[in-house]
């Protein structure tokens, strides 16, 4: 699993490539909440490039977006892989997290 970012305006775009799975979640919440602590609470999370993301990943972003909620930031999924798409279709967490299909959408999003 690896993590690429870029700020676009306001918004911190972080493109995830891989896979996210128990051996790296922990890692990756480490990561993603100390940009959060640095200030950033306008997200773009990317993930046209990952494989994989199994219930420990899915916590992850659940985590993500809830403490960007207690920041009043905001978190918008996009370019989800058909299978990445259906394991947060399944899992139920479409219909609580805001997931767009493209890049652009996500940076439109309001």
Known sequence: MSLSSEKI????VV??????NSANAAQLESELLALVEQGEYQWVLDMNHLDYISSAGLRVVLLLAKRLKQNAGRLVLCSLQPHVHEVFDISGFLAILTVVDSRAEALAFK
């Open 9 to 12: 305006g306001d918004v911190l």
């Open 15 to 20: 493109s995830t490539a891989g896979q996210i």
